[in-house]
Nanobody
């Protein structure tokens, strides 16, 4: 398994941008499909985006498509989430997760490893 640590969250005005990072420990990071999920206050955790181990396959939730971009650097054991045109409804704790499935996966039950989360707050 890998250990995951998110960073880059914070407070931003609507329309602004943030870049989240998720650093993974271990030498097998490049074999994991990675995902970002988020949980807003009082709501269930929801899927945001996933990227396959090679980076060749991605899948976005409709709510973030065109605004968020996921990428990964396997040499640095890091996955990134670039968030542009942020909206107040993007406010949530964002979690990074890893799964051994070889394709992009949207179901959180398929993910084995989770980070502790990083808070993103978008003010109107």
């Amino acid at each position: 398994q890998v250990q995951l640590v998110e960073s880059g969250g914070g407070l931003v005005q609507a329309g602004g941008s943030l870049r989240l990072s998720c650093a993974a420990s271990g030498r097998t990071f490049s074999t994991y499909t990675m995902g970002w999920f988020r949980q807003a206050p009082g709501k269930e955790r929801e899927f945001v985006v996933t990227i396959s181990w090679s980076g060749g396959s991605t899948y976005y939730a409709d709510s973030v498509k065109g605004r968020f971009t996921i990428s990964r650097d396997n040499a640095k054991n890091t996955v990134y989430l670039q968030m542009n045109s942020l909206k107040p409804e993007d406010t949530a704790v964002y979690y990074c997760a890893a799964t051994k499935f070889s394709v992009a996966v949207i179901h959180e039950g398929a993910y084995d490893c989770w980070g502790q989360g990083t808070q993103v707050t978008v003010s109107s």
